[in-house]
């Protein structure tokens, strides 16, 4: 639990201090992963951000992650999810030694994807939150093992 509030700190903090500068890519990595569903957070009409572990879900894990970062600003993600993988213009790119943040709006800003890995540990958090603009917002935020 004590890890779980670690991570939305993490990136609450790390969203906070992006903001301020958008666009952070401080070194070109082309990095590949594979990652493994740890857990996953639901907030819709049926739960209230209510935690499902792997084993009791029908989600699949991450059989090929890739990150592309070249300076100054070319951020792609590929394999996390389709809209990620067509999307090149991120709102919020950060890229260093420890870190790869990321968060883009599809073009309504209705609709959001984000994501923070940790190089160095592997955790990735991916948070999709659809209904931005209306009053029932939905949130699913997935925690991954990455190697």
Known sequence: MIKFFLYISLSLLAFTLSFAKNV??????????????????????????????????????????????????????NGLSLFLSKTSKFDVKVVNKDIVLFKAFDKDKNYSESGIINRKSGELVHEITMGLKTDNLEKYISFYSCS
């Open 24 to 77: 952070n890519i401080q070194e070109d990595i082309k990095i590949g992963f594979v990652c493994e569903l740890e857990k996953k957070i639901l907030k819709n009409s049926e739960y209230n951000y209510k935690t499902f572990l792997a084993k009791d879900l029908e989600s699949k894990n991450l059989d090929k992650f890739e990150i592309d970062a070249k300076q100054p600003e070319t951020l792609l993600i």
